[in-house]
């Protein structure tokens, strides 16, 4: 039984992962701080906000005991995000930027490592794939606290593939930036202002060109990527524009 975990369920990418998942026939855990609607059997959701990150490593080892006996393979999706706060860095609150960071760094570092912990004496293969951005890789205005968020979570993923390499049974890791998709993110980078964020314009552009991947798509693509043997052979950061 191949069983995976997911983050940021309720809607987007994470929630296309879970119907598109279950369809074929896994088991799913989301973590999310809303309710998604739901009910399948092989679903089970746990509600929780990321920023609470002192009860993560806790939830990653109870998901991980339950099916444990019979699981064939673990995959932990690192999804949840946010681009919030919008703003430049001298005039947004810093109570919103330590919220960012819990949810874009903090929270997939903890459930990574918990999820290496917790399965470290299994000898099936075990995977996490880490969310990321273009952002991680290319500076916004306006975007800092995402920029910072993602870019750590990529140089966070590097350092533990290069641990884990040195496993005889080590985890996979794999940080991806899935492109520009239409989202509840995108729509809120388009209610911006130019003060807030200078590229607003283009963002407004990408969707009224249609340059925006629906979620459907993204997820597709990216299940067939995670289980497919070029998610051995790839570099630790991909693009799955170029895949």
């Known amino acids: 039984m191949d069983n995976y ?16 998942l279950l369809e074929a026939g896994h088991t799913v855990y989301g973590i999310a701080r809303k309710e998604n609607g739901i009910d399948h059997h092989r679903y089970h ?16 080892q109870e998901i991980i005991k339950k099916p444990s006996s019979e699981a064939s393979s673990f995959v932990l999706i ?3 995000g946010t681009v919030e706060p919008i703003g430049m860095a001298g005039e947004i609150d810093g109570d919103f930027i330590a919220k960012s960071i819990a949810v874009n760094l903090t ?93 607003v314009d283009r963002f407004k552009e990408y969707k009224v060109t249609g340059q925006l991947s629906s979620a459907q798509e993204v997820a597709e693509k990216l299940i067939r990527f995670i289980e497919s043997d070029q998610f051995y052979q790839v570099e630790v950061l991909t693009d799955l524009r170029n895949l």
Not at 5 to 20: D, K
Not at 45 to 53: A, K, R
């Open 5 to 20: 975990i997911v983050t940021g369920t309720t809607s987007g990418i994470g929630l296309e992962l879970v119907n598109q």
């Open 107 to 199: 929270a997939p570092m903890l459930l990574t490592g918990a999820f290496i912990r917790g399965l470290a004496e299994k000898e099936i293969p075990k995977k996490v794939i880490q969310i990321s951005s273009g952002a991680g890789r290319k500076a916004y205005e306006g975007w800092s606290s995402y920029c910072a968020g993602k870019a750590g979570l990529d140089r966070f993923t590097e350092a533990v593939q290069l641990e884990e390499s040195n496993k005889p049974n080590g985890v996979r890791l794999v940080s991806i930036a899935p492109g520009i998709i239409d989202t509840n993110m995108q729509g809120r980078i388009r209610q911006s202002t130019e003060s807030e964020f200078p590229l």
């Open 78 to 80: 690192n999804n949840a």
């Open 45 to 60: 959701h746990v509600l929780l906000d990321l920023t609470e990150t002192s009860k993560l490593a806790d939830i990653m």
